[in-house]
């Protein structure tokens, strides 16, 4: 076919564009990769990168190769069917158009391959890799004898391949039906015939290899119909007695209405499809309808006789599953048994309690340690460290740059990529010591940083904040911190980063769509790129496979040196017979540690648990991605995932019980306790406190939560898990006796706001401007006897008030005591305690620095002493002294009072009464 002169020429410019298009397409996606690879070199991944490239191509070649040539052979046979079997005056069209025609099969192939590459490349590397490096799990399934990497690793697998031939099987009968429905080719040329029915057997084969992999899928599902779900997660009477045996029924069925669906238009016999679709559609309803009627007639009324078994197996799965099979329990008795001797031999327990709560704290330390303005604390988190030779309990926070906070002036391309480039240094604080002004006690702080914990490298390139790329070592110096008369300056001593020298300057202007490294006499061969500096992200790039604990901490090495400490999470939602309790997962493990240094950036990832399946699976695909040799410094901070801890403590809950009557009914299921915090009632989260377990020679770091019982508020167990030395993740249990009453969280808050003394003190703390925060409740385990202990914080309204710590409540037995300070707290409980003073008179007990009622004055005397209470009272809330201010208050209101009933009897005894 010829064109006219100016459409070819038209053509000619149309290809030229297509061609420039393509060729800037590729050469970004090389140019990127490229970049990518550079920078995974430069971190020391390279490997993992490579071998999760490889399997990608590898796969996406197979997959473009496949959908391709499959189009290809398609699109052949339908030309070479329609130019065989079409009318003359259709046909010659074809033939003449027959290399238009060839292009059209071509590009359309090519397409149709590109999208069978990104389906097979985007979701199958994974479970490639998984499938080829597989490790045992060691747990064998109740139901099918598998073990449980079958499930995890196999069974995916096979339905991945199975998937992607449906889709290609699918599309072709769809086209191949389109195509041949023309001239109704579909009736009347037994060529069109048996190319569209070779795609049927094909299509109809591998949706009965569907059905033969149903049965295994029912020991990960809870579902049983379309319209039923068991009480039991995984094989459950119904799945072994009707739909197992209805899903191999399924598959011989599927092959037969295949078969009779190929007969019908082979012979041209329509009873054939008559009888093969009703065949197929009516086994489908049966076996739903056999196991609707089975599961609401048979099971429902009697489900527990039924389950019991598949039950079992459901609970011991589960247990497994989130380690909760290793937990240790014990009966523990309470005692009334708190003496003075006991507090001194708990002396570290009681030196680490928490009066200070990390969300008003971190008010604090933004307005009072940040010092200028493009300064953040992005989070305040809790940990220990030995300073003095004292265990202590710490809350540590890094001063973090925030550059969209530098002044407008200062928002220029040198200072946002070479000048500002770093945070500075930390502050840390004692979690149970406070100023007489109510803010915290700190450890390190100011800037430089100075305290009792050295920090000898204190700029921090790499952290939580949302970071630029920038670049090191250039001629311009970099901001440090603000001194007292100049800003102190920096240049970076490390050999990490991306050396901007040659062929790497020209390939991350590109990669970072910024011409001024080129161009930029400021950046030479020898300054170095700060690429992916949020360490979330810089972990996900090396090992986006893993899962991250979303609450990373920073960590003082013994070097002085800080690192941030995160946790990597492996999880399947593929473990047989497990409860996934709303989650996207039912099996969970922490084996897997990862640091990333504040300064350098270098990742190291630590495989803690060298034996668990997955992470062993993961070793294998990449034996070059972890480590098992960790430093001591680094050992010695780790912390139990708090995320982990919550998900095994949810289950526990219900899977505590082992009994299957009592798991059937519930009879003891647990809640988490609510608790008064920021004026809410909220679901009480688990928390750290240091104490010393039975079978340890010192106090040590435990993460736990309490339990109440279903819609009591009593407490009836807690729950901790140790994180340090050779016990870290050592998990136990402590049930309380179900005969005596031990009060539960919310029970102590609901007596802290009966409590006269302390409510009306309360109560006049939020008048004046002025507001007061409840801090968390804290369950304090010591030896046989349990306190509670509870911080109470007074904010002003003020848009940049600080809340401060202005009391301390303690609960222990039915006493309740609030001082300034838990010293004085635990003092004057000691001193009742001690003096055997009843519970109800020691809350009537005024407060040592509550105001002492005035004496009896004459009318003017009161008035005078009213205006000095009101003067008290302003300056007192002027300066933010707001317990002052509430005592001035009170007095105020008494001598009111006093002042009212002298007036009122004035008046009678003049009317002469």
Request: hydrophobic letters at 40%.
């Amino acid at each position: 076919m010829r064109f006219p002169q100016n459409t070819r020429k038209f053509i000619s410019i149309g290809r030229t564009i297509g061609i420039l298009i393509i060729l800037l397409l590729l050469i970004s996606i090389v140019a990127n990769w490229w970049a990518n690879y550079v920078w995974q070199e430069e971190v020391g991944f390279s490997s993992v990168f490579v071998t999760m490239f490889l399997t990608k191509i590898g796969l996406g070649i197979a997959g473009f190769l496949l959908f391709f040539i499959s189009a290809m052979v398609l699109f052949f046979n339908i030309r070479a069917t329609f130019i065989k079997e079409l009318p003359t005056e259709n046909r010659s069209f074809i033939i003449a158009n027959r290399k238009l025609f060839a292009w059209l099969n071509i590009g359309v192939s090519f397409l149709i391959g590109l999208f069978g590459s990104l389906l097979v490349r985007g979701i199958g590397w994974e479970r490639t890799l998984g499938y080829l490096n597989q490790e045992a799990f060691g747990v064998t399934d109740p139901y099918f004898g598998r073990d449980i990497s079958f499930f995890v690793y196999t069974l995916p697998m096979w339905n991945f391949i199975i998937g992607v031939l449906l889709v290609m099987l699918g599309a072709i009968l769809v086209i191949k039906l389109s195509f041949y429905s023309i001239y109704e080719l579909i009736k009347h040329s037994q060529r069109a015939q048996r190319h569209f029915l070779s795609s049927v057997l094909l299509f109809g084969i591998v949706v009965a290899l569907k059905y033969l992999l149903a049965p295994y899928e029912r020991a990960l599902s809870n579902s049983v119909n379309l319209f039923q779900d068991s009480v039991v997660v995984g094989v459950s009477f119904t799945d072994k007695y009707v739909n197992i045996p209805f899903d191999y029924i399924m598959a011989g069925v599927t092959l037969l209405a295949t078969v009779l669906f190929v007969l019908a238009i082979l012979r041209r016999k329509v009873s054939f499809v008559k009888l093969a679709v009703p065949l197929f559609v009516g086994a489908f309803i049966l076996g739903n309808a056999a196991s609707l009627v089975v599961q609401s007639f048979i099971v429902s009324p009697n489900e527990l006789a039924k389950e019991e078994p598949f039950l079992a197996n459901n609970i011991d799965l589960t247990r497994k599953a989130y380690e909760l099979d290793k937990i240790k329990t014990e009966d523990m008795e309470i005692n009334d048994s708190l003496t003075q001797e006991m507090l001194e031999r708990n002396e570290d327990t009681i030196k680490n309690i928490r009066i200070n709560d990390t969300r008003p704290l971190k008010e604090v330390y933004n307005q009072l340690q940040t010092f200028r303005p493009y300064y953040d604390f992005v989070d305040i988190d809790i940990d220990r460290y030995k300073i003095d030779g004292q265990y202590q309990q710490v809350f540590i926070s890094t001063r973090e740059l925030t550059q969209k906070n530098l002044p407008d002036r200062a928002q220029t391309w040198v200072n946002r990529n070479l000048r500002y480039t770093h945070g500075y240094g930390a502050a840390i604080s004692n979690v149970n010591a406070i100023t007489s002004e109510g803010q915290p006690e700190y450890i390190v702080k100011d800037l430089p940083p100075k305290g009792s914990i050295e920090i000898t490298r204190p700029q921090i390139y790499f952290g939580e904040n949302d970071y630029n790329s920038v670049i090191v070592n250039s001629k311009v110096n970099e901001f440090d911190f603000p001194d007292n008369e100049d800003s102190a300056s920096n240049r970076y001593e490390a050999d990490s980063g991306i050396q901007l020298n040659g062929l790497n300057r020209l390939l991350f202007a590109w990669n970072e769509k910024a011409y001024r490294y080129i161009i930029s006499k400021q950046v030479t061969s020898e300054s170095r790129l700060l690429q992916t500096r949020n360490i979330y992200d810089r972990v996900h790039r090396i090992a986006p496979f893993l899962e991250i604990e979303p609450d990373a901490y920073p960590v003082v090495r013994d070097d002085g040196t800080m690192v941030w400490m995160m946790d990597a999470f492996t999880k399947s939602d593929r473990y047989p017979y497990s409860d996934h309790n709303g989650h996207s997962f039912n099996y969970i493990r922490n084996p897997i540690k990862i640091t990333v240094d504040a300064y350098t950036g270098e990742v190291v990832f630590y495989l803690i648990d060298p034996e668990e399946p997955i992470a062993k699976t993961y070793n294998k695909m990449f034996p070059d991605l972890f480590t098992t040799e960790v430093p001591k410094d680094i050992q010695e901070h780790f912390r139990y995932p708090v995320k982990l801890f919550e998900t095994q403590s949810d289950l526990y809950r219900a899977y505590h019980m082992t009994n299957l009557e009592l798991f059937y009914n519930r009879e003891d299921y647990w809640q988490f306790p609510t608790e008064k915090y920021y004026g809410e009632d909220i679901s009480m989260e688990p928390y750290y406190v240091t104490m010393k377990m039975d079978d340890a020679d010192q106090e040590e770091f435990i993460l736990m939560t309490p339990f109440t019982p279903n819609k009591k508020q009593n407490m009836s167990a807690w729950m901790g898990v140790r994180n340090d030395g050779e016990h870290y993740g050592e998990m136990f249990v402590y049930t309380f006796s179900k005969q005596r009453n031990i009060y539960g969280p919310q029970q102590i808050e609901n007596r802290i706001n009966q409590n006269d003394t302390i409510s009306q003190e309360l109560n006049l703390w939020s008048q004046g401007g002025s507001k007061v925060i409840r801090g968390n409740l804290l369950v304090i385990p010591i030896e046989d006897t349990l306190m509670y202990v509870e911080p109470m914080y007074i904010e002003s309204n003020n848009e940049t008030a600080l809340p401060e710590v202005k009391r301390i409540i303690v609960s222990y037995q039915d006493y309740i005591v609030m001082e300034p300070t838990l010293d004085k707290a635990l003092e004057r409980l000691m001193g009742l305690i001690g003096d055997n003073v009843p519970p109800n008179e020691a809350e009537e007990q005024p407060d040592e620095e509550a105001p002492t009622p005035p004496q009896s004055l004459t009318p003017d005397g009161l008035l005078n002493e009213i205006q000095a209470a009101f003067e008290d009272y302003r300056k007192a809330n002027q300066a933010g002294n707001y317990a002052e201010a509430g005592q001035a208050l009170q007095k105020m209101e008494e001598l009111l009072e006093q002042w009212r009933a002298k007036r009122d009897s004035k008046g009678k005894e003049s009317n002469g009464d």
